[in-house]
């Protein structure tokens, strides 16, 4: 068990120009969450996946993002044309679903500047 | 709907003197209840969580908290602060009738230690 990984940890990237991010999970969690965390603020929903179904998206994910989960493994979140108010801190989230009150596990994060 | 408030965006104690983070929430359904400590450039890392039972829960570094369904409280305290507290702390609540189990954070707490 090595945790829940992230790529890349920094991304810089010019407004509007498309970036992706990967989340590795811990092996046979079967659930996905991604949240963003701005400066001075707690991490907020994004989405999340059980297995490779995309169950539920937050009204903060406008179109620009797609996330995706094949195979129920690792995932993927993609931001088109970037805006510089995607400047945030995104962090994935493992967890095996066995009942109520599941622990969360979190990756490091991916820091994304847009300029 | 759910909802967290912390009380304090920063906190200063003097090392080996007591720790008392506060959180109170909001929740239509029966929560379940989080801490999470971040350090710098990394993750979050979870310090104790509530889920049903007993009221008052241990967790890692000494951290403990106590839940109060009669005041929405779930205040985070150590006896004795270590230079090696000083980080964010976030409170969470989940719980949903529909199986999405995200969690929603406060806006988090900076705890300072005085040497």
């Known amino acids: 068990d090595t945790g829940v990984s992230q790529d890349p940890r920094h991304k810089i990237t010019k407004r509007g120009q498309n970036v992706t991010f990967r989340c590795d999970p811990i092996s046979e969690h079967n659930r996905l969450y991604w949240y963003r965390q701005t400066l001075g603020q707690g991490p907020e929903f994004l989405t999340y996946f059980q297995n490779e179904a995309q169950l539920e998206k937050s009204r903060l994910l406008s179109d620009r993002f797609s996330a995706e989960r094949p195979k129920g493994s690792f995932s993927t979140l993609e931001i088109q044309r970037t805006e510089q108010g995607d400047s945030a801190m995104y962090l994935c989230?493992?967890?095996?679903?066995?009942?109520?009150?599941?622990?969360?596990?979190f990756g490091p994060g991916t820091r994304l500047l847009v300029l | 709907a759910q909802s967290v408030t912390q009380l304090g965006s920063h906190v200063s104690v003097s090392e080996g003197a007591l720790v008392l983070l506060r959180c109170n929430y909001s929740?239509?359904?029966?929560?379940?209840l989080f801490w999470y400590v971040q350090y710098p450039n990394q993750g979050l890392q979870l310090l104790l969580k509530?889920?049903?039972?007993?009221?008052l829960v241990k967790g890692i570094n000494g951290f403990e908290a106590e839940f109060k369904k009669s005041e929405t409280s779930f205040h985070l305290t150590k006896p004795s602060a270590h230079m090696s507290d000083a980080a964010e702390y976030f409170c969470?609540?989940?719980?949903?009738?529909?199986?999405?189990?995200?969690?929603?954070f406060g806006t988090g707490t900076r705890l300072t230690i005085i040497p």
């Open positions: 509530y889920t049903t039972g007993a009221t």
């Open positions: 969470a609540v989940s719980g949903s009738n529909f199986g999405n189990e995200k969690l929603t």
């Open positions: 989230a493992s967890s095996f679903r066995a009942g109520e009150g599941e622990t969360q596990y």
């Open positions: 929740s239509s359904v029966p929560p379940y």
